[in-house]
């Protein structure tokens, strides 16, 4: 439970709020000019003259950074008045989930973001046209201009591939020898299980651009007589997920799409599936995790889905997941809450 805060404290939260885009703006300016990295590298602190002779920048853009980093605390004066770099610092310098975050906001959210109150009203990610025009994130994707497929990318890998070592000795506990990877995206995850039994084939299903560039990757690993394509789109209900398939694998999937078109998924999934087929939905759930770093970064993640990605999907809570499944036709056999030292946790179904 959260301490209550007197109105002095409140009302400096309150304009951290305000004030918060600046902010991010200025440390992001620190990191791409190299100015938070001189700091952190001199340990016993360095002064603004030789910030300024090694960052080749004027006093005024020195001052002016070094005031913003010191008042929220990234670097501090020490008694000798030179400036070292705090613990803030060092994670917004060396740590990764942080620069991860920090690029995805600004290359991929930030101008969106002045789209938020009529992505709200709308029901449409209207953020989305700061990037191009497409009707959702996903059949823009392939053609992201850099830096910002980039950051995307990054993004999405960094918040899985932690997973895979652990989901995959889950998956294979039962020998799936044909594998559907919803929404497979890069094909990491089918190279992944490829590798980690040679007896399995995978059929990855996605949007064509999605597709094109797994199968370039799983070209580079000479792996195309084990992995196929299946061209779909889900949210249309007369494409239906072909059968066959002993293990359907979702990750990181479902979370980009309405509850009403999580069902028809999962429905469709149903439809597919046999008695024997399991069904693996691998999500991090926001109520579900050990930090609240974590907890915040996810729903952060919730308002990208608003303005960029859909306009109406959202990152989802334990809870919310079971009771689509079960309205599916699914039973959760099984849960694996935060795999490894990951953020997920798996749900392993199967048809009722």
Not at 150 to 173: G, M, N, T
Request: proline share 3%; charged share 25%; aromatic share 12%.
């Amino acid at each position: 439970m959260k301490k209550e805060l007197s109105a002095l404290e409140a009302k400096f939260e309150a304009q951290k709020i305000a004030f918060g885009p600046l902010y991010f703006q200025t440390i992001m300016a620190m990191l791409e000019l190299g100015v938070l990295e001189l700091i952190g590298k001199h340990r016993n602190g360095i002064s603004l003259s030789d910030l300024q002779e090694k960052s080749n920048l004027s006093e005024y853009a020195i001052e002016i950074m070094v005031e913003a980093a010191e008042t929220i605390d990234v670097i501090r004066k020490n008694e000798k008045g030179l400036y070292n770099i705090t613990k803030i610092g060092f994670y917004l310098l060396k740590d990764e989930m942080t620069r991860v975050n920090l690029n995805y906001m600004k290359y991929v959210c930030y101008k969106g973001a002045d789209f938020m109150k009529e992505s709200l009203v709308e029901g449409k990610p209207l953020g989305l046209k700061t990037l191009g025009d497409w009707p959702t994130l996903y059949e823009g994707l392939s053609q992201f201009p850099e830096p910002v497929k980039k950051a995307w990318f990054d993004f999405d890998h960094y918040y899985s591939d932690d997973a895979f070592p652990f989901a995959l000795e889950i998956v294979f506990r039962e020998k799936p020898l044909r594998l559907f990877d919803v929404g497979g995206n890069t094909g990491k995850w089918a190279i992944a299980c490829c590798n980690y039994d040679e007896n399995v084939k995978v059929t990855i299903l996605d949007l064509q651009g999605q597709l094109d560039a797994a199968k370039e990757n799983v070209t580079q690993q000479n792996l195309l007589d084990r992995i196929d394509f299946h061209r779909i789109d889900l949210l249309d209900p007369t494409q239906l997920i072909p059968e066959g398939a002993d293990a359907i694998w979702m990750s990181q999937f479902l979370d980009c799409f309405s509850k009403e078109q999580i069902l028809q998924i999962l429905r469709n999934a149903y439809q597919a599936a046999s008695e024997n087929t399991w069904l693996y939905i691998m999500e991090p759930f926001f109520d579900n995790q050990r930090y609240e770093a974590a907890k915040y970064s996810l729903v952060a993640t919730s308002l990208y889905f608003t303005i960029m990605a859909n306009g109406n999907s959202k990152m989802y809570s334990v809870a919310v997941m079971t009771d689509l499944v079960e309205e599916a036709g699914f039973d959760v056999v099984e849960e694996f809450p935060l795999i490894g030292d990951s953020y997920h946790t798996i749900l392993k179904c199967k048809k009722r």
